[in-house]
C-alpha cells in the first residue's frame, strides 16, 4: 500500500521560507516522478513543481519559479519542496503525489498524501 506523508508547513510571514517534506513507503521510489500541488480554500488543486526518477530534471509553474525548488533524495524514499520569498497567495494545503511522468497535468498523478497546511501573513 502506498503511502504519502507530508510535513514542514505551518505558519510564516510573507517574504519567509519553509521546507515541505514527502516520504514515501510502499512503493520503489526510484521508479516514480513526484509532483507538488496545492489547493487554496474555493479554489482547485493546482500543479506547483515536479521532479523525474533520478533529480535531473525539474518543472514549475509559471507563479513559483525562481522561488521554490524541487529536490529529491532516493535513499530516503523522500520528496523536498524549498520555498522562497514567501507570499500571501501561496497559502494553501500543499499535497505531494506521484506519477509515471513528470507533468503539470493532474489526473496523471497516481497517490496522494494528505497534505501540509501552509500559510503565510502579509
Known amino acids: 500500500q502506498v503511502q504519502l506523508v507530508e510535513s514542514g508547513g505551518g505558519l510564516v510571514q510573507a517574504g519567509g521560507s519553509l521546507r515541505l517534506s514527502c516520504v514515501a513507503s510502499?512503493?520503489?521510489?526510484?521508479?516514480?516522478?513526484m509532483g507538488w500541488f496545492r489547493q487554496a480554500p474555493g479554489k482547485a488543486r493546482g500543479f506547483v513543481a515536479a521532479?523525474?526518477?533520478?533529480?535531473?530534471?525539474?518543472y514549475y509553474a509559471d507563479s513559483v519559479k525562481g522561488r521554490f525548488t524541487i529536490s529529491r533524495d532516493n535513499a530516503k524514499n523522500t520528496v523536498y519542496l524549498q520555498m522562497n520569498s514567501l507570499k500571501p497567495e501561496d497559502t494553501a494545503v500543499y499535497y505531494c503525489?506521484?506519477?509515471?511522468?513528470?507533468?503539470?497535468?493532474?489526473?496523471?498523478?497516481?497517490?496522494w498524501g494528505q497534505g501540509t497546511q501552509v500559510t503565510v501573513s502579509s
Open positions: 510502499g512503493l520503489r521510489f526510484s521508479s516514480y516522478a
Open positions: 521532479i523525474n526518477l533520478r533529480g535531473g530534471g525539474t
Open positions: 503525489a506521484t506519477s509515471q511522468v513528470i507533468t503539470d497535468i493532474r489526473s496523471a498523478y497516481e497517490s
